[in-house]
């Protein structure tokens, strides 16, 4: 099958992945409208690899056509990483314009649908890659997007607020038309019959519908449609947004399975969970247990930040660190089927990281621990301590977590005892900087240096005297021999 997107090129649909990804390396060099083009056929390709993977899927209807006004956002979307979804059960929450708007500016902003936009505007609506939604039960003209909200996004940002804006800058222009050169205002007319033609176009837009006629069949689909596309699929989610979805899934499969029972890992509904979101066992299983982790510490810890302080998502990175690592499990008090550190641990963890303000810059911070690759590091020192029988990771100790000096500090000279010289390199080296030294800095620094000076003599003298004493050992040794 091949696509013809537009007379500039036209791609072959059964490219397999690898041609892809190696499609015109040179594009950097194109003009800036070949750019969007370019970014927009690469885009379109991975679409099409993308509607290979879910042609198969036995749980999606034949695709039809529905007015693009009746599409919505889903506030329960992953990607969006909702701490609270509000669940499918009510269709005005799920559609009220408020929600709408908050939606739609946060995927805008999170996952830059600027440069969607562009490549959209530029070469039109191509619908390769149906959207993927769910009729309500209780208002079936009323289509949640399951897949497809940043595309969603991107048209509903073209139709109303870039065409409305680009009217206006249309209208302004032809009010005061000796202002502007005539190629201006070709172009602004231009711009705006190339926004309404997008909207014609998307007036009736292509879905897909789940086949789904209640909220339990939809949510037991949903992790299908996910786990093909994006958790080992065409466009991978954030980690922390994996995580939230598949603890969250984890957590309905367990409360089903053990109702009443307290949270705990069980083998049997992991290797269930990582065959329906495409994973191993135990990339599922630690994924569990890093948003477990993440989720506990912030209900203890989020009261107890510095005023204006909060935690991001980039902070799951520090979880997914402590989970992997066994030496920081066993630190942080993390049994291996844990799903919370310890309250000691978690303590420990908060004064190192967390107690004082972070800026922007981790240079800047005064933390303990000024970034989170620092847990990695901890993890280097205890192993390096191990085979040079030294002692930097034991500066760290999580039950007695305020005498623990700035990482900085404790990183530095473990750096420069791995970076230790022979006797031979050092000397050499301390020669050299004397005999670079300004002769009237030295002088000026007479009173200062003088004791330091007589220091170093007395080192001197006493090594001279030790290798004296090891020579005569030497020679009455050899002479013995003979």
Aim: proline share 5%.
């Amino acid at each position: 099958m091949t696509i013809a997107v537009s007379d500039a090129l036209t791609i072959e649909a059964k490219l397999p992945p690898k041609h892809v990804r190696g499609l015109r390396p040179d594009a950097q060099k194109w003009n800036k409208n070949k750019r969007v083009s370019f970014l927009w056929h690469t885009a379109a390709l991975r679409v099409v690899e993308g509607a290979d993977l879910m042609k198969n899927l036995d749980c999606l209807k034949t695709p039809k056509h529905v007015p693009f006004t009746s599409l919505f956002l889903d506030p329960n979307n992953p990607r969006i990483a909702p701490t609270e979804p509000p669940g499918y059960d009510d269709v005005a929450v799920l559609t009220e314009s408020e929600v709408q708007r908050e939606l739609e500016d946060l995927i805008a902003k999170k996952y830059d649908t600027d440069p969607l936009e562009a490549a959209i505007l530029g070469q039109g609506w191509v619908g390769l890659d149906a959207i993927v939604v769910w009729s309500h039960p209780d208002d079936p003209k009323c289509n949640i997007v399951i897949e497809g909200n940043r595309r969603t996004t991107a048209l509903r940002r073209l139709r109303v607020t870039r065409l409305k804006k680009e009217r206006k800058r249309l209208a302004d222009m032809q009010a005061k038309p000796r202002s502007f050169t005539a190629e201006d205002l070709r172009e602004q007319t231009h711009r705006v019959k190339q926004l309404e033609q997008i909207v014609a176009d998307t007036d009736e837009i292509r879905v897909v519908p789940v086949k789904a006629d209640t909220r339990e069949e939809l949510e037991a689909i949903i992790p299908r449609i996910t786990g093909v596309r994006h958790l080992a699929g065409v466009k991978e989610w954030k980690n922390y947004a994996q995580g939230l979805y598949v603890h969250n899934r984890y957590e309905a499969l367990f409360r089903s399975r053990f109702p009443g029972q307290k949270l705990r890992l069980d083998q049997q509904l992991v290797e269930a969970l990582a065959a329906e979101v495409s994973l191993s066992d135990l990339a599922t299983k630690r994924m569990i247990q890093t948003a477990a982790t993440f989720s506990h510490f912030r209900r203890e810890f989020t009261t107890e930040l510095p005023s204006g302080e909060s935690f991001e998502e980039e902070d799951f990175y520090l979880f997914e660190l402590i989970v992997k690592k066994p030496f920081l499990r066993q630190k942080f008090g993390m049994a291996d089927d844990g799903l919370h550190l310890s309250a000691m641990g978690e303590t420990a963890l908060f004064k190192w990281v967390f107690a004082k303000p972070r800026p922007n810059k981790a240079e800047d911070s005064d933390n303990i621990f000024y970034r989170h690759e620092n847990l990695l590091i901890w993890d280097q020192m205890q192993k390096y301590d191990r085979e040079r029988h030294s002692s930097f990771a034991l500066e760290f100790d999580t039950e007695n977590p305020d005498t623990a000096p700035p990482m900085r500090i404790v990183e530095a000279e473990w750096r420069t005892h791995q970076a230790k010289q022979s006797p031979v390199t050092v000397i050499e080296r301390l020669i050299r900087e004397f005999r670079q030294m300004e002769r009237q800095t030295v002088r000026d620094s007479a009173d200062f240096l003088a004791p330091l000076l007589q220091q170093l003599a007395d080192e001197v003298e006493s090594l001279r005297e030790e290798i004296k004493v090891r020579n005569r050992h030497r020679g009455r040794g050899a002479k013995d021999a003979r």
